[in-house]
């Protein structure tokens, strides 16, 4: 148990104790609770007050299933708040297994410098010249260390995006094939790894310290009944066949599926890229359905998309990158999007932003809704670091102001997800409130507001709404502590008090449902007090006009929930 | 009557004649028979139903079908 200390301006690393207060901490409380903790509100993000922190999950690195979850938090360039990114792939039990709790990166290298942070199978740090990958492209910063440091490493890096310090840049992480394909793609995390001029981590994967569990006999036995719960769920083998684009179909048909930058809720060209259709455009082209993205994992929700000579194109394609790169640009063709999330995992971008600021430059009239070309270059200018790419890389926030246009549909200045709020309201108030800004993760109520997928809510009324978010939103941000992932969290349908009694056993301390909640809501109250000391006010828990006022077909619905209502989320 | 039916996710599986991206066509033999017979008729779990729709439009279990109609039958959602 220890934290990396990494100090960009003297160029050195240090290992420090961690300290009590973080002792039983993991994943997005501890670097949520370091960011309100260390980092002064009013920063600027991409100045050398600001910290990127690196922690895995509490739970990380045991033998618990779905369990290498990576948490990167700062203040957010993107936002201006607080940020927690969360990512898969294998660096967060690489990370745990050397007995690494956070990697603490502050300060700024002086300008013009590039380091790489190499951490070896001891768990120690060293910072390396990285000049000569500087304005690489992740897939070929990847295959170059690999050449130089060995395959067994986990690499987390950047590429042109987030050394441009534009706010829609990704950090980037390898999957279990070593491809950068893995993005904690809120919040322009990127940026701040760049702005700290720290181009990739590279981690030792064996590593043989992981923190000892006080009672291992417990906790095998809670770990082997939540492995049970998440294999004998339903949506495990729909996972493993469709990955998250499941879900395109079912969201569009509600008519939740933003189109045409959230002109309409159902998209005509729905069919050609459902989960449906990509699973059969995977499996004819001898693809691979069913990938094993990240580590520990019993789901494979993952895919590698291939061209049609066979030729791998990019992994995973998922959910919200086939509506943003696809019915939000108005854009059916399923190899477009493939080509559009490779590009972006490569130049270092979050999809949802990316797409769906070029969808906002397409509403302004900039290229015609369904040029799917058009996107593709515009997200090479974004690499080429044109002007115009800066503009694209900044996120649907800067695109709006250039064009002067304002249907952008974007809380906190990040991007809402692929679940139209007028159509499912519990999702406005998670979009409007969370601390994240625009973020589906942070308290997904869609199954609560969907009668027909056993929810009890009327997705077209306030009623309810706001309890059910908030409960929502302490129970992700306790998930996001433990590095669960979120797809795992069948597993707690063995029981929240079975998850409980893992953390006790790594703990040696009562760990009660009544904690869980309690963890999760400090964490919120945490990251609303970083916000509010960063000037965020009520006015900010709102979503943009577009949403109150235009009706969304085929439902012709809007948002309903009163700012009253919104401001009572948080009343605890 | 003969009406259209896909199905969505793993719903389909047991159906071989089941074109994944066309679905196929069911022959109901009772007299306006509505969603919800039509599913007893699949033998599909009620618990493995998501929303229905009808001609693209979502309707409730008891819905009447009729000649010719285009059934969607998904799956109930999870994850985020």
Redo the contacts between chains.
Sequence with gaps: MKFIKVDMAAASVSSTEVSSEYVELGGRGLTSLMINNDVPAKCDPLGPENKLIIAPGYLSGTMLVNSSRLSIGAKSPLTGGIKESNVGGTVAADLAHLGITAIVIEGQASAGTCFLLKIDANGNGELLDGSAYTGLRTYELVKKLKETHGDKNSITCIGPAGEFLLTAASIQTTDVDGRPCRAAGRGGLGAVMGSKGLKAVIVAKGGKATDPLTDPNTFKESAKIYAKAVKD???T???A??G?A??V???N???AFPTRNAREGQFEGV?KI????M??VIKKRGGINAHMGCAQCIIRCSNEFVDEDGNYVTSSLEYETIWSMGAMLGNSDLDSIAKLDFLCDDIGLDTISTGVAVAVAMDAGYKAFGDAQAAIEMVEEVAKGTEFGKIIGNGPGAVGEHFNHDRVPVIKNQSMAAYDPRAIQGMAVTYATTPMGGD??AG?V??EN?E???GTLDRFSAEGQVEVSRNSQIHMAAVDTMGIC??A??GFGAGLANVCKMVAAKSSKPFSEEDWTELGTRILKAEREFNRNADFTSKDDRLPKMFYEEPLPPHNKVVVISNEEMDKTFDF | MKVKVRL???LRKKFSDHD??NGFEVEIPKKDASVNDLIDQLDIPK??I????VQ?R?VKADKTLKQGDYI?I???????
């Design positions: 769920d339903d949506g083998p729909e996972l066949e469709l998250s499941s879900l179909a079912p969201i048909a509600v008519g069919e459902t989960g449906e259709t699973a059969e589906h993760t997904w869609v199954g969907l027909e997928f056993g979120d797809f969290q069948s | 969505f996710g793993t994944p991206l618990s493995k998501g929303p229905v729709s693209g979502l969607r998904y799956r109930p959602i999870f994850g985020g």
